[in-house]
């Protein structure tokens, strides 16, 4: 067993911590724009979701693989949602048009908490992942005093 591969499951834990921290933070911008009727962009803000991608196949394309252990998660890019906007009537709001209509975000605030509630269970289990490899070490470590 080589160095590397003792140390590749904290690598793919620490992408995984990565790739939730943004992820989390895609999903509290939708939730603080939900209400958002205008953007620099013009109209009403548009969700956003956090692909990602695994970092062992885009290894294995490239040849830079050598060994099968697993190499973790990259975030490939944040796209925004193609959905249209919900128009709801209220003829008091600045951004109504002539017939009493508003569009605003198609953002259902309970489905981010749902989200956001995911994201954090799975950062949770790559933090717990990264303390039981320190605690491994640190008894390893007391075996060969």
């Known amino acids: 067993m080589s160095f590397d591969s003792v140390f590749s499951s904290l690598s793919v834990s620490g992408s995984g911590?990565?790739?939730?921290?943004?992820?989390?933070?895609a999903i509290a911008e939708n939730i603080a724009n939900a209400n958002t009727t205008r953007t620099p962009e013009g109209g009403p803000y548009r969700r956003q979701r956090v692909i990602f991608a695994s970092v062992l196949s885009s290894a294995m394309r490239s040849g830079l693989q050598r060994s099968p252990a697993p190499a973790g998660v990259r975030v490939a890019g944040v796209v925004r949602s193609t959905e249209p906007p919900i128009s709801i009537f209220d003829p008091d709001h600045p951004?109504?048009?002539k017939t009493g209509h508003v569009a605003v975000p198609n953002i259902s605030v309970p489905n981010e908490m749902i989200d956001m509630i995911a994201a954090a269970r799975s950062y949770e289990a790559n933090l717990a992942a990264i303390r039981n490899f320190k605690t491994m070490v640190s008894k390893a470590m007391s075996i060969l005093r």
């Not at 911590?17 to 933070?25: D, F, I, N, T, Y």
Request: charged fraction near 40%.
């Open 17 to 25: 911590l990565g790739a939730e921290q943004a992820r989390m933070k």
């Open 95 to 97: 951004d109504a048009d």
